[in-house]
């Protein structure tokens, strides 16, 4: 399996690169929304940060979190530190399943896939980089946040400029959304052809194969214990 890892910067458009690899049959692990799952079970967080940090539904205010977090880089790490098994673990899970379903390339779409270290698991490595000022722009349009709030955020991850250095293949996305498909366009025909998932005989060729490896190693444990 061809795990895909989708990384940038913050509002650099990695859930529109996303979306794109949705509409063409690539399922994709969004490590954001592990996190709110995450956060929505987390008690730890209330304990750390205060019932004031609580909505009415009992949910935590992700906003007011985040101005916290993001204010203040010592609580900034203490909740990544707090929350990074959850994520990990979270993300394995929803790999495993899809690995289960056959699939034969996934996509990872992880904001901070270097500063966690899973860029080592992923390959090829995709960095959605778009310039400073146009970063900015769309983040404080998008959160309807001031210059001081959005400037906080982008210091807050390593700079994006690093990131594309590290990348397998870089998409510039600071112009239109039709020059984002296009530089789409130009390298997912690749991964898309072998994404699908397998069917018929090819998938129960490849159940049987995995069946028996699962059992040689459940008996080899076993035999061990
Ligand atoms: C601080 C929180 C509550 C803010 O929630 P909010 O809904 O406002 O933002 P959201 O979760 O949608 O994240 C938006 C973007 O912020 C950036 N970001 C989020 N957390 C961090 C962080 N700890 N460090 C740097 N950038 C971050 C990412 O680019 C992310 O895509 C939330 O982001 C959080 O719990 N972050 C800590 C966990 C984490 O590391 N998340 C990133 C997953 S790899
Ligand atoms: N090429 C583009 N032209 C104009 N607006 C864009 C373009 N690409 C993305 N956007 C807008 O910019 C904002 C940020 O994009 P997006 O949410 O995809 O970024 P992200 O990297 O996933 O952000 P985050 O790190 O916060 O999860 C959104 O409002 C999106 O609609």
Same mark, same amino acid.
């Given at each position: ?78 909740? &990544?530190?707090?929350?990074? !098994?959850? =994520?990990?673990?979270? @993300?394995?899970? *929803?790999?495993? %399943?899809?690995? +289960?379903? $056959? ?15 899973? &860029?080592?698991?992923?390959? !090829?490595? =995709?960095?959605?980089? @778009?310039?400073? *000022?146009?970063? %900015?722009?769309? +983040?404080? $349009? ?26 397998? @293949? ?56």
């Amino acid at each position: 399996m061809r795990i895909v890892g989708l990384s940038g910067g913050i509002a650099s458009g990695k859930s529109t690169v996303s979306n794109l690899f949705k509409s063409h049959g690539v399922p994709v692990v969004d490590a954001d929304v592990i996190t709110r799952d995450a956060l929505k079970k987390w008690k730890k967080v209330v304990a750390t940060f205060g019932e004031e940090i609580l909505l009415e539904n009992g949910e935590v205010n992700r906003p007011m979190l985040g101005q916290i977090v993001f204010s203040d880089p010592d609580k900034r790490q203490f909740l &990544d530190r707090l929350l990074a !098994p959850h =994520i990990s673990s979270g @993300i394995f899970w *929803e790999v495993v %399943k899809l690995w +289960l379903k $056959g699939y034969k390339v996934i996509v990872l779409d992880v904001p901070l896939l270097f500063e966690a270290k899973i &860029d080592k698991f992923t390959k !090829p490595i =995709i960095v959605v980089w @778009i310039d400073p *000022e146009t970063q %900015k722009k769309r +983040l404080m $349009g998008r959160d309807k946040s001031n210059e001081e709030d959005a400037g906080n955020r982008i210091n807050a991850q390593m700079p994006l400029d690093v990131k594309r250095n590290k990348a397998d @293949i870089v998409i510039d996305n600071s112009g239109s959304l039709d020059d984002l498909k296009e530089q789409f366009q130009k390298f997912q025909k690749v991964l898309i052809e072998v994404s699908k998932p397998l069917t018929g005989t090819r998938f129960q060729e490849w159940s049987l194969g995995h069946a028996s490896l699962i059992s040689g190693l459940v008996l080899c444990i076993k035999a061990l214990s």
